[in-house]
């Protein structure tokens, strides 16, 4: 059950992800919280969702 929310989580930040890409919009942990309705917490904490905010930009979709 629990990684199925996990999962769910992860799958909201790779959308959110790809359209502030496709829109060019500046990506960071506050917008990126705000638009996916995930916890900055979250955000932090999954280190591979950290690294791919940090890096601001993702050339493979998130698996």
């Given at each position: 059950?629990?990684?199925?929310a996990?999962?769910?989580?992860?799958?909201?930040?790779?959308?959110?992800?790809?359209?502030?890409?496709?829109?060019k919009a500046?990506?960071?942990f506050?917008?990126?919280?705000?638009?996916?309705?995930?916890?900055?917490?979250?955000?932090?904490?999954?280190?591979?969702?950290?690294?791919?905010?940090?890096?601001?930009?993702?050339?493979?979709p998130?698996?």
């Open positions: 059950m629990l990684l199925d996990i999962s769910k989580y992860i799958k909201a930040f790779s959308q959110v992800l790809q359209r502030l890409i496709k829109t500046k990506i960071n506050n917008r990126v919280a705000k638009v996916s309705g995930l916890s900055k917490a979250f955000l932090y904490t999954n280190l591979e969702i950290r690294n791919r905010i940090e890096e601001g930009y993702v050339s493979v998130f698996q």
